[in-house]
C-alpha cells in the first residue's frame, strides 16, 4: 500500500450500544453578535480572474472539499458528488450517494466516499457507487481516501480502514468516548506512512495496516468542571509541512506536531472553530472575532495579527502565493497579504455565504459556495 500517496441546541444520537451526546457549539451564549466592522474600500492590489465554474446542489453546511493532484471533489448536501479537472473547468464525473450527507467528501483522485445522515459509508469510482456499508455511528469528520483504503472517524472516537474494492472492514480501532463531541468537521490525513487523526484534544498516530496506536500528542487539554467546559476538539483544516502538522483544538489553542515521534513543538492559546493553512515560515488562522493571526512556524509567537475583519464569520484562511484567502459567511471572498494581513482585493462569487475553507487544486483556487456554485479563480 502506497499511502504516501494518498449550534444552537444538542443532539442524542444512539452509536451503537453507547449513548453519544454531539454539541454544536458556535452559537451557545444565546446573545446578539456585535455589529461587523465596516469594510474600507477595495483596494484592488493584485488580479483576480474566474477561471470557470460548475454547479452543484446547495450546501446546507460546510461539507469539505478534497484535493489531489488537478482534481477536485465536492459535495452538495442532498448527495451530491461531483469530480472536477481543477485546470480546464470540467466535469469528470457526477454521481449520487442516494441519501443525504452528514460528512464532506474524501477522495484520492479516482475514488470518493461520503457519509450520508443514515451513517452509510459511500464508496464512488468514476461516478458509479461501488458499495454501501453501515458504520456504527455518525460521522462529521470526511472520509480519508489513500491506498485504496477508506479511512473513516465516528462520532464514538472508532477509527476504521476499509478496502476499497470490496467495502470490507480491514480492522477497527475503538476508544471510550467523551459524552460531547462536536458536530464539526475533525482531523483525518495520511503523513508518510501514518495515518494521524485528531481524538479529542490529541493528535494520534495510527499504523493505517492494522490500526495500532504509534504515538499521541496533546494540542489542547479538558478544563473546566462539567462536559460543556471540559469539551475540547481538534476541528478543521491542518497545515502540514514535512513531518510537522500544526491543528487547531476548537476554542482552546493551535499547535503543532512532529509527526515522526509525534512529540509537540509548542501549542498557544487561541479562539477560533476552524483549521489552520501555513507555509515553511507561518501557521495562519482566523479567530472568533473576525481577527486574521499568523503564528510563527518554529515557536508559535505571534508575528502578526489582522483586525479589519472583526466580528465577522470567517473560514480558515488559504495560503496561496503571497496571499491568505479567506470566505465569509456574506458571501465576500477575502485576499488579505501574508506578510503582514494587508488588504489586496475581495470579490463576491454569488452572493451566498461562503462556509466552506477555500482549496488549492493545480494552479485554481476552488471556491463553494451555499448556493451551490463552485469557482475557479487564478489569482496574480
Known amino acids: 500500500m502506497n499511502f504516501k500517496r494518498f449550534m444552537p441546541e444538542s443532539t442524542a444520537l444512539r452509536a451503537g450500544s453507547a449513548l453519544v451526546l454531539v454539541a454544536f457549539l ?55 458528488v461531483v469530480a472536477i479537472d481543477a485546470r480546464a473547468g470540467r466535469e469528470t464525473w457526477r454521481a449520487s450517494a442516494g ?27 468514476n461516478g458509479k457507487v461501488l458499495w454501501k456499508q453501515k458504520l456504527s455511528a455518525q460521522a462529521f469528520t470526511a472520509p480519508l481516501v489513500a491506498g485504496r483504503r477508506v479511512f473513516v ?43 494521524v487523526a485528531g481524538i479529542g484534544g490529541r493528535l494520534v498516530g495510527i499504523n493505517p495496516a492494522n490500526g495500532t496506536s504509534r504515538w499521541e500528542s496533546p494540542i489542547a487539554a479538558p478544563r473546566g468542571t462539567n462536559d460543556v467546559e471540559r469539551l475540547v476538539d481538534l476541528t478543521g483544516s491542518v497545515s502540514r509541512f514535512g513531518d510537522t502538522v500544526c491543528a487547531r483544538a476548537y476554542y482552546a489553542s493551535v499547535g503543532c506536531v512532529e509527526t515522526v515521534r509525534g512529540s509537540l513543538v509548542w501549542s498557544k492559546p487561541a479562539s477560533g472553530a476552524d483549521g489552520v493553512s501555513g507555509d515553511s515560515g507561518f501557521v495562519y488562522g482566523t479567530e472568533s472575532d473576525g481577527s486574521v493571526v499568523a503564528w510563527r512556524r518554529a515557536d508559535g509567537e505571534r508575528a502578526w495579527q489582522m483586525s479589519r475583519f472583526k466580528n465577522r464569520n470567517l473560514t480558515a484562511p488559504l495560503a496561496v502565493g503571497r496571499s491568505l484567502i479567506v470566505g465569509e459567511d456574506t458571501g465576500t471572498l477575502h485576499f488579505v497579504s501574508r506578510e503582514d494581513g494587508a488588504l489586496l482585493n475581495r470579490i463576491t462569487p454569488d452572493g451566498s455565504a461562503i462556509t466552506i475553507t477555500p482549496v488549492l487544486a493545480g494552479n485554481t483556487v476552488v471556491v463553494v459556495t451555499a448556493k451551490g456554485g463552485v469557482f475557479g479563480y487564478r489569482p496574480e
Do not use: H, Y
Not at 99 to 119: F, I, K, Q, R
Open 26 to 80: 458556535a452559537a451557545c451564549s444565546g446573545t446578539s453578535k456585535p455589529k461587523p466592522a465596516e469594510l474600507p474600500a477595495n483596494p484592488a492590489l493584485m488580479s483576480v480572474r474566474q477561471a470557470w465554474t460548475v454547479r452543484i446542489p446547495e450546501v446546507q453546511f460546510p461539507l469539505t472539499t478534497d484535493v489531489s493532484g488537478d482534481t477536485v471533489t465536492v459535495a452538495g448536501s442532498d448527495g451530491t
Open 153 to 195: 472517524q465516528t462520532a464514538d472516537r472508532s477509527i476504521s480502514a476499509w478496502d476499497g474494492q470490496s467495502g470490507r472492514r480491514l480492522w477497527i480501532q475503538q476508544r471510550a468516548g467523551e459524552n460531547l463531541v462536536l458536530r464539526k468537521s475533525g482531523v483525518l490525513i495520511a503523513v508518510g506512512d501514518t495515518l
Open 99 to 125: 441519501a443525504p450527507l452528514a460528512a464532506g467528501v474524501g477522495s484520492d483522485g479516482s475514488m470518493a466516499a461520503v457519509v450520508t445522515t443514515s451513517n452509510e459509508l459511500v464508496a464512488i469510482e
